[in-house]
Structure formats: structure tokens, C-alpha cells
């Protein structure tokens, strides 16, 4: 019993010290508590049961006055004393409370329990917050965030090799502290923290397989709610799969969250990491055979989402190249034994994922489509049956394809090591300087060809010398029309190379015969191999759109609408109406302007090597000679716009028909390319027409038109949709957008704020954006709302 | 910039046919004449002075002319080539244009003949024969065969030749139908050396014997230039592609500056002989030309360029002939030309002359 009594002496005995702590005035009173505190610091109930109080009592305010005003040495180190040599964390916690003043109701005579702790871990996470929330500017820079999280992290690192030291000492370590700290730090959003981290104990896992018992259990330790914030910051920092390997061990294989975040929520959820992730993590399942399973269960699931027609279209691009990634790597680190395994996944994956993404209307996807189907079918090795596409390769192509050489072995990062670093620098340096002083050095070795040479005779302009042709091109409107009919390709080539400056410059003709012409030129085809063949015929077809614009363009919007015709010729059509009604809104440039001056004609006999003297003596006078009349500048004329009376031609049939399926054609339906160019042209249409009297009626029908398909599925038809709307508010005057259009423009308005929200494609979503912005400047113009002072 | 092309001097019109072959005369006294043979049988000649035919001559009954030269160092001795198989020799002195003798060569071929005037009074004459691949050298004054040149080897038809005087006696470069060129050594009837530069059959060749040099063209777009070397072999030298193919004449200046081709493609393409550098394309004609030559006036600045063409026009063409002068005037451009105008001026050269001949030397 008598350490019952030796209890109630000491808590009597502290009482009445802190008492005196906490009021008295009296120096020699104060100094004598404090003394007789310090001397039990040494008492394990006292700091474990009474210091807690006793410092609380110590960063009361009359006591930061005391110690300010007085300057008192001795009371000074006395109360220093207290806090330094008693155990931290009390000391931390009192400190902190005190300064964020808001106390945390916990339990203090517990300083192990569960909730003691989570406060301690959540003060120490925090500390940089809490600081500077009191001191502002004036924080210390040990304690702003990235200092302070790299003293942790180098904190943490000691604390780990000293657990490695103590085990091999035979001491039991609990690690649970300081993977609770770790998590509680990451997923506040300083995986920052693993920066200093990752590489050291990436270094040192290397050589020291305790180590790696030691990290392997740290990270199983984490709580789940953090796994995820941990997971991420760590494989973020770490290069290459091995090092994941090293320090995360089986966790993927133990820990139900860790599998999640690592097979599933990285890979198909999240798609903002770079590819370096997505390497370590798949390099770092390949790597054991157990770990093996999870990643052909990886491929299934990728496989998954990669062929789901609905997450091609309903996912922005970026999210596919991300899954696209994945799949890649995943098929690349497979072995030829499990490609065997999973074959009839693979290629059910290929043919649905690449036949949906060929359908896209989106290049992006379309060639991401096409990359995979090579890739995969190479993989697959199917004698014969290999897939192969054409397209112009780019940047993104070639990292994809990149991707399929990526082995998981092959990622072991390079020691950081600076002396490592520095060595290949200086050799390369030396190696560029060698071939420079070679060139250098070279003997010049062309005595020969001084003595033999032609150089004392000038060579004439031989630009003229060009290739023979047999026959002539066509100088009439009808010939050429006949030419391009014939099945003589040197007579169909000159034809058509000529066709549009002919149409241009014989207009009586070209009005005889525009329609038969423009029926020819539409349905020509590149029989020859012709150079530029595309736009040779497009310029043809434009030159006789503006030269004969009433019937030409009526024959085009009916033809537009009609049997049997490919989807590039309709989409030509397209392209050759709105490139017309640009050139004809076009002001007429005035001929002097373009024409080139005509060099002067020199008599033959005064030429020769040099200029001729004249022409020496011309230069020197125009370089010496001011002239005064020169520099006034014509006025630009006002010109009328040769588009405005036409506009409507060119516009309203294009409305008419869209509705009334082909059996070759249906607009609605799955000629979704031509809709959006479709949609496209007519807000160009509309554009140009701005300032025309047609072009309110232009709008009106326009949005109506709009309205129809403005939730298409199809991303291109959308983006078109939105241009349509963005020329109409350009186009339309402010006062007759309100009146004719007033409730529309309310759900328009409506409409457009959702898809600026919440359109998965962003060229979609910037439009929107583009269009509100419009809108609300026209209404506000009109509906003279006053700007707010700001 | 480089200099447009020239145009040509003056275009002799009036020929009537398609020009099949040109030869230019201006030595002795009297106007410079240029010779040329037509495609039905005519052979104009024309002073160069006056720019017009002084004499037309029926020939070959009506039959191509395919070749011509003067012999005797006389411009009125004149030899013709003609597709009825037959050579004439012309006496046309004094207004006269008579046929003085006449070869049957039995030749169906467009091979054109070679005179050699190995000393003077006699001259050395290489045919084609009725036999294609054959070669006849006869003697002029009596058409005594001096030998009979035929390869060993089946080369195919004879297509063109040229006969010169080498230091050990008379040799003669054939080109034959599978593109091959054999050099002969004509006293000693047998082949020195044998060439194959182009897989095509050699439409023309010429050799320039100064720089021991020839060039050989085809029907492809490839101009192959040779050597013939001290030991009478011949040697690839350099080549050159031109724009569009088919040569079917080339001569190169007697002072072995620049090489003309008579191009299928209507142009006529000037090149540098040392190098094969291309110097200029002459365009005029609206049909393929036939034949260039080079006049041989004593004059370096007069010589001119002639070219015939099926379009049944002459042009004559003045290029590179100026010789450049070693020391350069360095005074004004203007001051040099109004000396020069204030002086006496050469007979027979206008203002204009003077001033363009003077600006190419400054």
C-alpha cells in the first residue's frame, strides 16, 4: 500500500506547487515550485500522470508576461527546463494547443490510448498549418510546408534505420505510429513528402533486405482510408517497377485497398498520372509470379473498358489515350505463354474496341484505334492476318508504339550519384570536339578542278527547261469541259489543271455550261494519280460557283440532299459552297494591286556577267533621289457584298431536307460525319452573312434547326452545333436576337451552361463557354443592364 | 539572278520541209554561207550577209538530204547525202549547180558520212553500205575503196560516225545500234578500242580532237562524254542528264568551249565541254530540232550557232563568243563607254556592239 501513499503525497505535493504556479506573484515562491517540478521529472507517475497539468499551467498567459517583462534569468531556465527535459510529446501537444487555442478535449491521462494518439499524429501533420495560422508572415521557414515536410520526411527515414538497428538488435519494433503519421500527412495532400523519401529508401532497400521487411510493413501498416494518398505519392516518386517492387513487396497481394487502388482506381479511374506510373505499376505486378495473376486480371478488366463502345464515346480523349496506355504496357509485359491464355480475350477486345473507335468521328481516337489494332494483332501473331492501317504518324503514335517495347526488367533507375552523373557529360564533350577539328583538317584536295572547270562561262536562266509535254492544255471552256471527260490522262491532267483560271476568265461560257461542268467536276475521280488533284478540282468547283452562283449553287444544295452519292462528294460539296461564299464576301481586290510589275525588256546585246552599266547608274541615282509625291495612298473603296443577296440561296436549302433519310443517306442517323459538317458549314454560312438583311431569318431557322440534334452523341456533331450557335450570336444584330428570339434564347441559355458544366469534351465545353460569353454580352448591350462598379 | 536565255539573231524562214542537216562555210572571199539540206530533197544556200537563200538545189530526187560538206577547202565544191542511197559532189562555181559525180552507196540507213581531207587535193570519204553494219572508206577523187570496217561482233546497224587525222593515220569513231562506240584505226582496218556507254542506240556522236574527247547521245535523257587516251582506248569521262531525252544531233565548237545538242524536245541545250555543265536551253523551235552546227569563221566573235528544225525554220543563235579580256578597265562603267564612243570606231561593228562587248569585258 505504500505506493497508494506515495501517490497521494505526490499529487498533494503537485497541487499545491501548481497552485502557487498559478497565482502567486512572489518570485522566491515561484522559483521554489518550479525548482522542486524539475526534480520530478525523473518521477515516472509524475510525467506520466501530472506534467501534462504542469506544463498547461506553465503557457498560461500571466506566464509569457512574467517571462517577457521580467527578465528573470533564473526563472527563465527553470521554466525552459520543464519542457526540455520531460517527453516530447506532452511538451508538443500543450505547445500546440496553446497556440492554436482551441483545445482538443482528450483524455490526457491516457497517453496511449488510440484517440490520444490520432490527436498527437493529427497536431504533428498539421504543424505548419498551425504555426502560420498564428504567425502569418512572420512563420519561421523550418515550418513552412515544404521545409517542414522534408525535416519529416528525413525524420521518418532516421526513424526507420533506427528500427533496422534496434531489430537487428533483437528489440520488437512497432512501426504502427509512424505509418499512421505517413498516411495521415498523404492524404492531407503532401505526398510531396516521399520527393525526399522515395529515392533513399529506394537506395537503400538495394542493399539491405531488412530494410525492405521494414518499408514492406510500414506501408501494410498505413490505414486504409490513407492507402490510396500513400500508394499514389509513393509510385509517383520512385523510377521504375523495381523499386516499387522492392519497398511495397506483396502489399498488392495482402491488402484488400492496396489491390484496388493499384489494379483498378489508377489505371481505369484516374487518368491525370504520366505514363511512368502506369509503367511502374505494371511493371511492378509483372515482376512475381503470384503478382502475375493480378495483372492478367488487369488486362481483362482494361480489355473491358477499352472495347465498351459507350465509354469511347462518352469519355474525353484523354481518359482513352490513358486506358489505351495501359493496355499497350499491359500486352507488352505479357508473355507469349499468357498471350496464349488470354487470346480470345485480346481479340474481342481488338476487333469491338478497334471497330468503335474507327466509327469516332475524332482523328485522336481514330488513331489510337488503329495503333492498338496494329500492336495487338501483332502480339497475337496471327500468320497473315495482321492488321495494318495508314496514317501519318505523330508524336503520340510514336510513344504508343513505344509502349510495346517497354520490358519491366529494363526500368532499373541509375544511383543517383552526382560523380556517376558527371562522367558520361565530359566524354560526350569530347567527343564532339574530335570530328570538329577533322573537318578542320581536312587537306583541301581540289587542285584539279581549278584547271578544268566551266566556270568562266555564266550559265543563262534555265527555269524554262521543264519537262515535254505531248499536248497542249485546252484554251477553250467547252475543250476543257471534253478533256475532263476523256480518257487521255496527259489531256485530263492539263484539263484540270487549267479548268479553274478558264472558268474565271470566260464568263459567258462557263454561265452556258456551269451545271454540266460542276456535274463532271463532281464526279470526278484521281484516275491519273494526278498531283494536288484535290484542290485543282475544288478550285474548279469553287471558280464556277462565283462565276454562276444562282444555278451552280441551287444544283449543289439539291444534289447535296440526293441518291447515291459518297460521303466525300457531299462533304466537297459542303467545303465548295462555304469557300465560295467567303470568296464572294470577299471585297474585289483591285487588279493593280495584284498584278506584278513586268521586269523591264532589256535589248539582248547588253547583257553579260554583270549588270549592265545603265542599270549601275539607275541604282545609285534612285538610292540619292527623295521624291516628295509619292507617298499618298489610295482610300479604301467601299465595295458591296457580293454575298448578301445570295445568302439565302446558299443557306435555306441546306435546312430543307435533313430530316427525310436515303436509303443512302441518313443525316440523322449514321452519316453523323457529314451532319457535323453540315452544321459546320451553315454556321460559317451564317457568319459571312453578318450585316445582310437575310441573316436574322438565317439565325432563326438556324437555332431551330439546332435544336433537333443539340444532344447528339456524337462529339464532332456537338462541337458543330456549338459553332452554328456562336456564328448565330456573332451574326444576328442584338435587337433582333432579342425579338426574334426571346424565350429561346432563355434555354438556350439554359442549355449551354449545362454543356459548359458537364460536356466530356473540352473543344465542346470551351465553345459553350465561347457562346455564353457572347450571349451575355449582347443581352447585356441590349438589355442596358448597368456594369457593375467593381 | 541569272540571265534570261538569248534570243536567237535571226530565224532563216523559207526552207520549205523539215531541216535534216546544216553546214556552215566561211572561209575563202565572199559572204559567210550556210548550207542546209531539207526533207525533200532541196539544199538551200544561204548568205549570211543578206539573210536569204542564194541558191537552191533539186537533188536525190526528191529524197531526204541527210548530210552535207564542203570539200577542196572551195565553197563551191559541195558533197550531199541523200536517202535514195546516193552521195553527190557539186560543182557550183559561178552560178553553176551541176552534179558532177555521184556514189551509189546502197546505204538505207540515216547514218550521215565523214569526210576527212587528210592532205590537200586528197580526201578521205566514210560511208555507210548496203551491208548495215559496215563501214566503207573510200578515196575521193577515184571512190577507190581504201578499206572496209566491220565488227566481229554483232553490234547491230551503223548509226554514226566521225573520221579525224590522229598522229599515226587516219581513225574513225562508229556508234553503233546496241550503243556500243568502236575507235579504228582506219590504215590498219582494225578495232583499237570499244566502248559501251549507253544500253540505247548511239543516235550521235562527236569527237574533238584537241582535248582527245567525244560525247555520244541517244534516245534516253543520259549525255555520256569519253576519252580517247594515249594508248587509243577509250575511257568513260563524265555525263549528264538532261530534262527531257532524245538527241538526235551535237557539235562542239571548234575552240572546245561548249558542246550544242539538237534536243527531240525542241530545245537546243548549250553545255560546257570541260565539265558537262549546263549553260543555257535555247527554246525556239515548235518541233524537234535535227541539227546544230557551229560556224567556222575566223572571227571567234562572229562564229555562230545555227540550228535546224523540223519545224522547217533556221535559227542562228550568237553565244559565248566574246573573248573575255585579261585586263580589267577600272574605270567607270560610263567614262570607258564614251571613250570608246569618242574614238574610232572598228569597221563593221555598230555602236551597240561596242557597248555590249565592252560591258561583258568590264
Request: glycine share 6%; hydrophobic share 40%; aromatic share 6%.
Amino acid at each position: 500500500m505504500g505506493s497508494v501513499e506515495t501517490e497521494c503525497f505526490l499529487k498533494l505535493q503537485v497541487r499545491s506547487h501548481l497552485r502557487t504556479l498559478s497565482c502567486s506573484q512572489e518570485r522566491m515562491e515561484l522559483l521554489h515550485a518550479l525548482r522542486s517540478l524539475a526534480g520530478l521529472l525523473e518521477d515516472a507517475e509524475f510525467t506520466r500522470t501530472y506534467y501534462a497539468r504542469a506544463l498547461q499551467v506553465l503557457v498560461a498567459k500571466d506566464w509569457s508576461k512574467r517571462l517577457l517583462h521580467d527578465h528573470d534569468k533564473e526563472l527563465e531556465r527553470l521554466w525552459r527546463e520543464m519542457f526540455l527535459r520531460g517527453p516530447a510529446e506532452p511538451v508538443l501537444m500543450t505547445l500546440l494547443d496553446a497556440i492554436s487555442s482551441a483545445r482538443c478535449e482528450v483524455d490526457r491521462s491516457s497517453a496511449d490510448s488510440a484517440q490520444y494518439r490520432e490527436a498527437l499524429i493529427g497536431q504533428i501533420s498539421a504543424l505548419p498549418s498551425i504555426t502560420s495560422n498564428q504567425l502569418r508572415a512572420n512563420t519561421p521557414e523550418d515550418l513552412l510546408p515544404h521545409r517542414f515536410y522534408t525535416l519529416l520526411a528525413e525524420s521518418i527515414l532516421e526513424t526507420l534505420e533506427r528500427t533496422c538497428q534496434a531489430l537487428r538488435a533483437g528489440h520488437d519494433c512497432s512501426l504502427s505510429f509512424i505509418s499512421q503519421l505517413l498516411g495521415k500527412v498523404c492524404i492531407q495532400g503532401n505526398g510531396g513528402i516521399f520527393g525526399t523519401m522515395a529515392p533513399r529508401l529506394s537506395s537503400l532497400t538495394r542493399v539491405d533486405p531488412l530494410m525492405q521487411r521494414v518499408t514492406q510493413n510500414l506501408l501494410e501498416k498505413v490505414p486504409e482510408r490513407c492507402m490510396e494518398s500513400v500508394i499514389t505519392g509513393l509510385v509517383l516518386s520512385l523510377k521504375g517497377p523495381t523499386a516499387v517492387s522492392r519497398l511495397m513487396g506483396d502489399l498488392v497481394l495482402n491488402n484488400k485497398k492496396a489491390q484496388f487502388v493499384l489494379t483498378h482506381k489508377m489505371l481505369l479511374q484516374q487518368y491525370q498520372h504520366p505514363s511512368l506510373l502506369l509503367k511502374s505499376v505494371l511493371g511492378y505486378l509483372s515482376l512475381d509470379s503470384e503478382r502475375r495473376v493480378l495483372l492478367k486480371q488487369v488486362l481483362r478488366s482494361v480489355c473491358q473498358v477499352w472495347c465498351n463502345s459507350s465509354a469511347v464515346k462518352h469519355t474525353c480523349v484523354e481518359q482513352q489515350l490513358y486506358v489505351t496506355r495501359a493496355l499497350l504496357l499491359t500486352v507488352a509485359l505479357l508473355q507469349n505463354s499468357e498471350v496464349q491464355e488470354l487470346r480470345q480475350e485480346l481479340v474481342q477486345c481488338m476487333l469491338g474496341g478497334v471497330q468503335c473507335r474507327l466509327d469516332s468521328n475524332i482523328e485522336r481516337i481514330r488513331r489510337m484505334g488503329m495503333v492498338v489494332g496494329e500492336c495487338l494483332s501483332q502480339k497475337l501473331d496471327t500468320p497473315g492476318s495482321q492488321l495494318q492501317f495508314q496514317y501519318e504518324s505523330n508524336e503520340e503514335i510514336q510513344e504508343l508504339r513505344s509502349l510495346m517495347e517497354y520490358q519491366a526488367v529494363e526500368g532499373e533507375e541509375p544511383e543517383s550519384d552526382a560523380s556517376n552523373n558527371l562522367q558520361p557529360i565530359v566524354e560526350a564533350s569530347e567527343v564532339c570536339a574530335v570530328p570538329s577539328q577533322s573537318i578542320t583538317s581536312l587537306p583541301v584536295n581540289d587542285s584539279d578542278s581549278e584547271l578544268d572547270s566551266d566556270d568562266d562561262l555564266t550559265p543563262f536562266d534555265m527555269s524554262a527547261d521543264q519537262e515535254k509535254r505531248i499536248s497542249a492544255p485546252p484554251r477553250y471552256v467547252r475543250d476543257c469541259l471534253e478533256g475532263l471527260m476523256s480518257e487521255d490522262a496527259e489531256r485530263f491532267e492539263l484539263s484540270l489543271q487549267v479548268a479553274a483560271s478558264l472558268l474565271r476568265k470566260n464568263v459567258t461560257t462557263t454561265q452556258e455550261v456551269s451545271v454540266q461542268f460542276c456535274r463532271v467536276l463532281l464526279h470526278l475521280e484521281d484516275r491519273y494519280n494526278t498531283t494536288l488533284f484535290l484542290s485543282l478540282r475544288q478550285n474548279a468547283m469553287v471558280a464556277l460557283t462565283v462565276t454562276h452562283v444562282k444555278p451552280v449553287v441551287d444544283y449543289w444544295t439539291t444534289e447535296f440532299f440526293s441518291l447515291n452519292y459518297s460521303l466525300r462528294q457531299r462533304l466537297d460539296i459542303l467545303e465548295v459552297l462555304a469557300l465560295s461564299a467567303q470568296e464572294l464576301s470577299e471585297p474585289i481586290r483591285s487588279k493593280q494591286a495584284a498584278a506584278q510589275p513586268i521586269p523591264e525588256v532589256v535589248p539582248p546585246e547588253q547583257f553579260d556577267d554583270i549588270t549592265h552599266w545603265r542599270h549601275i547608274v539607275e541604282k545609285r541615282i534612285q538610292s540619292k533621289t527623295r521624291r516628295i509625291g509619292k507617298g499618298v495612298t489610295q482610300p479604301v473603296k467601299a465595295a458591296p457584298n457580293r454575298f448578301a443577296p445570295v445568302a439565302g440561296c446558299f443557306f435555306f436549302p441546306l435546312l430543307k431536307n435533313y430530316d427525310r433519310p436515303q436509303t443512302t443517306f441518313d443525316l440523322l442517323g449514321s452519316d453523323h460525319l457529314v451532319l457535323g459538317r453540315l452544321l459546320h458549314t451553315l454556321g460559317l454560312l451564317m457568319h459571312l452573312a453578318v450585316n445582310a438583311p437575310v441573316a436574322s431569318q438565317m439565325g432563326r431557322a438556324l437555332l431551330d434547326f439546332i435544336w433537333a440534334v443539340r444532344f447528339h452523341t456524337d462529339q464532332m456533331v456537338r462541337r458543330g452545333v456549338l459553332f452554328a450557335v456562336c456564328s448565330v450570336f456573332l451574326g444576328m444584330h442584338s435587337e433582333n436576337l432579342l425579338t426574334d428570339l426571346g424565350e429561346d434564347l432563355m434555354e438556350a441559355r439554359a442549355w449551354l451552361a449545362d454543356v459548359a458544366e458537364s460536356d466530356c469534351d473540352s473543344d465542346c465545353r470551351s465553345l459553350a463557354m465561347q457562346s455564353l460569353v457572347l450571349l451575355d454580352r449582347t443581352l447585356k448591350a441590349q438589355l442596358k443592364i448597368p456594369e457593375m462598379k467593381t | 539572278m541569272s540571265r534570261p536565255p538569248p534570243d536567237p539573231l535571226y530565224i532563216l524562214r523559207g526552207s520549205g520541209a523539215p531541216v535534216n542537216t546544216l553546214h556552215f562555210y566561211c572561209g575563202g572571199d565572199g559572204p559567210p554561207l550556210l548550207y542546209s539540206g531539207s526533207g525533200k530533197g532541196a539544199v538551200h544556200v544561204w548568205n549570211l550577209n543578206t539573210r536569204r537563200a542564194e541558191q537552191v538545189l533539186e537533188s536525190h530526187n526528191s529524197n531526204s538530204v541527210i548530210w552535207l560538206d564542203t570539200f577542196d577547202g572551195s565553197r563551191s565544191s559541195l558533197i550531199s547525202q541523200g536517202r535514195d542511197m546516193r552521195l553527190c559532189l557539186w560543182d557550183l562555181s559561178e552560178g553553176r549547180s551541176a552534179v558532177t559525180d555521184s556514189l551509189l552507196t546502197g546505204a538505207v540507213g540515216f547514218c550521215q558520212c565523214s569526210l576527212l581531207e587528210s592532205q590537200p587535193g586528197s580526201s578521205l570519204l566514210a560511208h555507210p553500205t548496203q551491208d548495215m553494219e559496215e563501214v566503207s572508206v573510200v578515196e575521193m577523187k577515184s571512190w577507190t575503196q581504201v578499206c572496209s570496217l566491220r565488227p566481229d561482233t554483232k553490234l547491230g546497224m551503223l548509226m554514226s560516225m566521225k573520221m579525224w587525222q590522229a598522229d599515226s593515220g587516219p581513225v574513225l569513231c562508229a556508234g553503233y545500234e546496241d550503243g556500243s562506240i568502236v575507235l579504228w584505226d582506219v590504215s590498219q582496218r582494225h578495232p583499237l578500242s570499244f566502248l559501251k556507254p549507253l544500253p540505247e542506240p548511239v543516235m550521235c556522236l562527236d569527237v574533238h580532237v584537241c582535248s582527245q574527247k567525244g560525247i555520244s547521245g541517244s534516245s534516253e535523257k543520259i549525255l555520256q562524254s569519253w576519252t580517247v587516251d594515249g594508248q587509243r582506248t577509250l575511257q568513260m569521262h563524265h555525263s549528264v542528264q538532261m530534262t527531257n531525252p532524245g538527241v538526235s544531233q551535237m557539235r562542239i565548237r571548234a575552240d572546245g568551249k561548249i558542246l550544242a545538242t539538237a534536243g527531240w524536245d525542241n530545245n537546243i541545250r548549250v553545255f560546257g565541254w570541260k565539265k558537262l555543265k549546263p549553260l543555257a536551253v535555247l527554246q525556239h523551235h515548235t518541233d524537234a530540232v535535227n541539227s546544230v552546227a557551229f560556224s567556222d569563221h575566223q572571227d571567234p566573235t562572229q562564229r555562230l550557232l545555227a540550228a535546224g528544225s523540223k519545224d522547217q525554220r533556221i535559227s542562228v543563235w550568237s553565244i559565248y563568243n566574246v573573248v573575255h579580256r585579261t585586263n580589267i578597265d577600272t574605270r567607270e562603267p560610263l567614262a570607258v563607254v564614251e571613250d570608246l564612243l569618242s574614238s574610232s570606231q572598228p569597221e563593221g561593228m555598230g555602236r551597240a556592239a561596242v557597248k555590249g562587248s565592252l560591258a561583258m569585258g568590264i
